[in-house]
């Protein structure tokens, strides 16, 4: 397949579940990137402090930076990113958190690799 019949834009999605051992750590780090964030309107940074003080989810969101993933890959330039956070149960031998189900054979009974 040629370039040109080929997308500029590509989709990478990354699934990550995190055990979080240190709450306090975690609190206290984006507590400290709220407020060293130059751009954050100080009613918002308010909001955001107490946000993270009682969700650790979304102390993790405050701290997750998705260009950081992609910034040393040739090549590319990000373009958009979203990214949201959310404490689930987790059971690591539970089907659903079987992370190589994509591996499985797909409806074309083409084995993905």
């Given at each position: ?9 590509v ?5 990550v ?29 308010v ?14 969101a405050y ?5 950081d993933?992609v ?14 956070s959310?404490?689930?149960?987790y059971d ?5 958190w079987?992370l ?14």
């Open positions: 397949m040629s370039t040109s019949e080929t997308s500029r834009y989709r990478l999605r990354v699934d579940v995190l055990e979080i051992d240190g709450p306090e750590e975690l609190t206290e780090a984006a507590v400290g990137r709220i407020d060293t964030d130059e751009f954050m309107p100080e009613d918002e940074r909001h955001a402090r107490s946000a993270v003080r009682e969700d650790s989810a979304e102390a993790l701290l997750v930076e998705p260009f993933l910034s040393q890959v040739p090549g590319i330039e990000l373009v958009q990113a979203s990214w949201s959310e404490e689930v149960d690591p031998d539970a089907q659903e079987d190589d189900e994509e591996d499985e054979v797909d409806e074309d009974d083409t084995e993905r690799v």
